[in-house]
């Protein structure tokens, strides 16, 4: 050996001590790929002794498909690049294990590469979290990508991002068409102007919907409903809004026939008795600055027409009369049927000249019906004149209709207080 070579020789030996004091596996290489020095760590994770090592070939000690893995980035450290590779173990307990082999070259006091070092760690568990990361992902993609409704993705610019199979469909456009551009540009400036409210609220962190009526080419007008909801980052920063748009046609529709069943009286389709007590009680919260009437109409001779002619006739008369009270009095103006054949009607009112003129009015149009001689006997109070409380209201406006009954019908009288 010469003595130039001993500096060379001591400083490997300084390395190899070094190295066996890192808990990683560490192995040195030569140019042939024989392995001519690896650490304690090393010897465990081999599962072999260093005289079975030492001295063989890559390929020798665990197979040419290992080799197969590593000769790449042999060859890059050779040429005095750092790289690594990952590959799947199959030696001793770490069979089937991930680990990740980092490949550098050792470079000679010349700075020739004259060997190479490899360490290897352990990365199983984070390999199985990024494939379960890629399965979610994966799972996701195809999940929004066919799911039946239209979804999108804009950033705080309104830029939309992504768009999924059911929005194209719907809008006739390829991803290419869309991703990239304004989404105001791409649905047109009257639908963006009934949309970036929405949008506005959700870039301000409020998950908001919007529900309307569209007409579709081959479903024809659809109720359809839009939920906007924010994207927030680690930071808890908005960075864009997805939208979902999902047909809710039947369930509106259904929604609409459930509320005016309540709304509605079944026979008649003016007001219910539940919804003429909500209105009047609302009226009354503002009767000091807006006053109005409650007028109680009950038909004359009702019950005659009902017993002689049968309650198909007498509920033809009912939709008569309730038909007749609606077109008598302003859009504004409520009319409901309290029960049997008495109706309610409420309207704002100046004074008690303005109200006895309506219910002239109405009392005309209750003739007009002209079915079997039928008339009515109306009466009617004020509030806040006559009394401030729904219940008083309706029993001055019942006493006074049952004034005029006595009065000889078909009139009109106002209640009185007293």
């Known amino acids: ?90 030696h001793g307990c770490h069979s089937g294990r991930w680990a990740r082999i ?19 760690i352990d990365i199983h568990q984070d390999v199985l979290e990024r494939e379960a990361l890629v399965a979610a992902r994966q799972r996701l993609d195809r999940f929004t990508e066919n799911i039946p409704f239209p979804l999108t993705y804009v950033d705080r610019d309104f830029v939309l991002r992504f768009v999924n199979k059911a929005y194209v469909e719907a809008t006739g456009q390829q991803p290419k068409q869309l991703l990239g ?15 970036q409210p929405y949008f506005a609220k959700a870039l301000a962190g409020h998950t908001v919907q919007y529900a309307r009526m ?14 906007y909801v924010p994207d927030f980052d680690a930071c808890g920063e908005v960075i864009g809004v997805y939208t979902v748009t999902v047909d809710v046609h039947e369930l509106t529709i259904t929604q609409q026939q459930l509320k005016r069943s309540v709304e509605r009286d079944a026979l008649t389709d003016v007001l219910s008795r539940r919804t003429m007590m909500d209105r009047i009680e609302a009226a009354l919260l503002d009767a000091a600055q807006l006053p109005v009437a409650l007028f109680f109409v009950d038909l004359d001779g009702f019950k005659a027409v009902n017993d002689r002619l049968g309650h198909r006739v007498g509920d033809e008369l009912l939709v008569a009369v309730a038909r007749a009270l609606q077109i008598s009095v302003r859009a504004e103006d409520a009319v409901g049927r309290f029960g049997g054949d008495e109706f309610l009607v409420l309207a ?30 109306i009466g009617y109070a004020l509030a806040p004149g006559d009394a401030q409380n729904p219940q008083r209201l309706l ?11 006595r009065r000889g019908k078909n009139c009109v009288r106002h209640a009185s207080p007293d």
């Open 1 to 90: 050996m010469d003595a130039k070579d001993l500096p060379v020789l001591e400083q490997l030996a300084h390395i190899e001590r070094l190295i066996d004091a890192i808990d990683l596996p560490i192995g040195r290489w030569d140019l042939e790929h024989r392995l001519v020095f690896c650490n304690q760590p090393y010897l465990s994770w081999a599962q072999r002794s260093r005289e079975d090592l030492l001295g063989r070939t890559l390929a020798e000690l665990y197979g040419d498909e290992a080799w197969e893995r590593a000769r790449a980035a042999f060859a890059e450290a050779a040429q005095g690049r750092t790289v690594n590779y990952e590959r799947r173990l199959k």
């Open 102 to 120: 980092q490949v550098l070259p050792h470079l000679d006091p010349t700075g020739r590469v004259d060997g190479i070092f490899t360490i290897a």
């Open 181 to 195: 551009r304004p989404i105001g540009d791409v649905r047109g400036s009257k639908r963006w102007a009934e949309h």
């Open 214 to 227: 569209v007409d579709l080419a081959t479903l024809g007008q659809r109720w359809m409903r839009t939920s």
């Open 348 to 377: 704002p009112v100046r004074d008690t000249a303005g109200a006895h003129a309506l219910a002239l009015h109405m009392l005309a149009a209750v003739a007009g019906v002209d079915r079997h001689g039928i008339s009515a006997s």
């Open 395 to 405: 029993q001055l406006a019942d006493d006074a209709m049952y004034c005029a009954k």
